[in-house]
């Protein structure tokens, strides 16, 4: 057994004479989102287990070649690719690589360490075989001091299944759910706030403060629900979904956001409630910081409010037709709003396909040229394929796996049409215009609170009247003809919004404006479309956007009616991993076997997949509270995460191909329809 000498770098690895105790471990381990780790590599060859000093994140293939092997840097980097696939792939490999990580679990009422054991993970593109996977865990048990637990953590989907053959008893195992869901601290958006803390113990209890939240407040609560007001900062004492509406919101707004089990009574142990401290949290972190403000810190004054200023394009509000999401493209956001344009442009997509479906796996990813090889991989091409049958392939399993329900969206323009067709609805929207610009040149705490509940009070009456004013004939004429043509044989409809106001750089707007499900007939739509329009005045849209800068006559709405698709599962994406911002490779998916609403709206607890599309497989982050998915489910997700891939390139603003993009989604047998598609901003 060996391990590299702190001291010197350099220096091959010394003989240890004896098993690896607690007290070594810790000596060598590094760490990573809160848990001590130090990586290992077995060497059949020369029967040798090396334990890597892990404190400065040395990688595994680097190790091996340099250290080992005697490889210099600019050796390993020109045939990193080939090396990779030797260590990780290679069914004869010389070499096993693992990771040793130390958890403990603490008993839930006295808070007393109750079990303190070791993980033993592969990297999770490792291909090792059951029988592999079985002889590296005994390997690594025998030098291990008997009375450290070791458990093997399978790093995926398949070496679940490998495990399901082998008895507990031969190998007691963990599953990366089980882990997620005990752990006491998850970052969900790093950041730094100074505020006042504001701890509820439940939602009723929040309901029924009669002090509203402040921007400065920095709330705590086990579930934050989504229609809190602009606050900066935001702890859960319970598990929850970064995918849900708040906090992608909070990701937007740029505020510290985490997971603190038991962050209530730390709390009132602390004497903090209530209190202006400083909360931190860092995205590697082991949990959240938070203390007290010192007396005279921050210059002794309160922080002023966010002075974002986001910018909205204006929308175009010249006369246009209902028009069928086919016929839309991305720039005709301006007339329909950003939904309804990026849906149009997917529709055209899964028909005539894209020039830009390489482009993610084109970027250089140093010392790699590219990744082209591992998406002929995914595409079941051999790895020299050329880029046109790379394309090729890549339209049919997009056209073959994907689909857009049909539907029509009405424009911006008959939202103006119903506002002018009413002098009192024109009158009311000219006051709340006018409120609203009172104080904007003076963005203090003391002008954003001016005239709130004036504000809040207009908004009631302009959504009122939308609600009760008579829809103009033409209007009324205009869109049942739409859906007679375009939506035959519809039974029930989904009426969405789609503003120019949302999926915008710092205001995200997700959750902010309605959208209503299972309408039948003609007479349901136009009540739908109404409510839709009506969102857009809303107290809080309005009191959020006026936070955020965006003045009232640059917002419209337009609404999409679209078939309902039915669905045995259903869920959201996001093209990233949102627990780990350094991970290219892995698409993050949050699934519900009820509705894509139990996953946004962040009441119900989602189970998360990560979906590697490079080197394919998947691993289940959380089990929520549904149980796990069959394996052919399993199967279709890993090709929905390598499509959303693929659109990620087309929608990218720019030649980097690096924005990630946030996709609602539904599956029924093998079909996976595509709901919604927009960016997704992250904290950087």
Avoid at 126 to 147: A, G, N, Q
Avoid at 355 to 379: H, K, S
Wanted: charged share 25%; with cysteine; aromatic share 6%.
């Amino acid at each position: 057994m060996t391990r590299s000498d702190r001291n010197d770098a350099t220096t091959r690895p010394r003989l240890l004479g004896e098993k690896l105790t607690l007290e070594e471990f810790s000596r060598l381990a590094g760490q990573v989102g809160g848990y001590p780790y130090v990586k290992i590599v077995l060497d059949r060859d020369e029967s040798l287990l090396h334990f890597i000093d892990s404190a400065d994140g040395t990688l595994h293939v680097r190790y091996i070649a340099c250290e080992i092997l005697g490889m210099s840097i600019d050796e390993l980097a020109r045939g990193l690719d080939s090396f990779n696939d030797y260590i990780y792939r290679d069914p004869d490999r010389r070499f096993y690589l693992g990771t040793l990580a130390r958890h403990t679990r603490r008993a839930a009422e006295s808070g007393r360490e109750a079990d303190t054991f070791l993980s033993l993970e592969t990297v999770d593109v490792d291909t090792m075989s059951r029988d592999m996977l079985r002889f590296f865990y005994h390997r690594v048990r025998e030098h291990i001091d008997p009375s450290l637990r070791l458990v093997l953590k399978p790093a995926g989907h398949r070496q679940e299944g490998y495990l399901a053959g082998i008895p507990e008893s031969e190998i007691p195992r963990v599953l990366s759910h089980e882990l997620y869901s005990a752990a006491s601290f998850v970052p969900l958006n790093p950041g730094t706030a100074h505020g006042r803390l504001r701890v509820f113990r439940s939602e009723e209890e929040y309901r029924a403060d009669p002090e509203p939240l402040e921007w400065h407040d920095i709330v705590v609560m086990p579930r934050v629900p989504e229609d809190i007001p602009r606050v900066s900062g935001i702890i859960h004492t319970e598990h929850t979904t970064p995918l849900s509406h708040i906090n992608v919101m909070a990701a937007g707004w740029r505020i510290p956001n985490a997971v603190g089990i038991g962050a209530a009574d730390r709390i009132d142990r602390a004497g903090l409630a209530g209190q202006w401290v400083d909360y931190r949290v860092e995205a590697d972190g082991g949990d959240f910081l938070l203390e007290a403000a010192r007396p005279g810190g921050h210059g002794g004054v309160r922080p002023t409010p966010p002075a974002d200023r986001i910018a909205v394009d204006r929308p175009d509000l010249a006369p246009t037709p209902v028009t069928p999401l086919s016929e839309l493209r991305a720039g005709d956001h301006v007339r329909f709003g950003t939904k309804a344009a990026n849906l149009g442009e997917l529709t055209n997509l899964l028909q005539h396909g894209s020039a830009r479906w390489l482009g993610f796996y084109q970027v250089p990813r140093p010392p790699r040229d590219n990744l082209l090889r591992y998406l002929a991989r995914r595409l079941g091409l051999p790895e020299d394929a050329d880029e046109a049958e790379l394309n090729a392939a890549a339209q049919l399993l997009v056209k073959e796996n994907a689909q857009v329900p049909r539907g029509i969206v009405l424009p911006f323009s008959l939202q103006q049409r119903l506002l002018d067709s009413s002098a009192e609805l024109r009158g009311a929207v000219d006051r709340l215009d006018s409120a609203l610009r009172k104080g904007t040149s003076h963005r203090g705490e003391a002008s954003l609170r001016e005239g709130t509940p004036r504000i809040e009070e207009l908004c009631l009456e302009v959504q009122r009247l939308i609600r009760s004013a008579p829809l103009p004939d033409p209007i009324r004429t205009e869109i049942d003809r739409a859906i007679d043509r375009h939506l035959y044989g519809a039974s029930v409809q989904v009426v969405r919004s789609s503003s120019n106001a949302e999926d915008l750089p710092g205001f995200s707007a997700a959750g902010l404006y309605e959208s209503v499900a299972h309408v039948s007939g003609t007479g349901a739509v136009l009540d739908a479309v109404r409510e839709v329009w009506a969102s857009l005045f809303s107290p809080r849209a309005v009191l959020l956007r006026r936070q955020a800068g965006i003045p009232l006559d640059h917002c419209r709405m337009g609404v999409i009616v679209q078939e309902q698709v039915g669905a045995t599962v259903g869920g959201v994406l996001v093209t990233c991993n949102p627990l780990s911002p350094q991970d290219f490779r892995n698409v993050y998916l949050n699934i519900s076997p009820r509705s894509v609403t139990d996953v946004v709206s962040g009441r119900g607890a989602p189970l998360q997949y990560l979906c590697n599309t490079m080197e394919g497989g998947s691993r289940t982050v959380s089990l929520g509270t549904a149980a796990d998915l069959d394996a052919g489910t399993k199967d279709l997700l890993r090709r929905l995460a390598l499509v959303s891939r693929l659109l990620q390139s087309h929608f990218s603003p720019d030649e980097t191909y690096g924005t990630p993009i946030d996709i609602e989604w539904a599956i029924e047998g093998d079909r996976i329809s595509l709901l919604q598609l927009r960016p997704f901003h992250t904290a950087g």
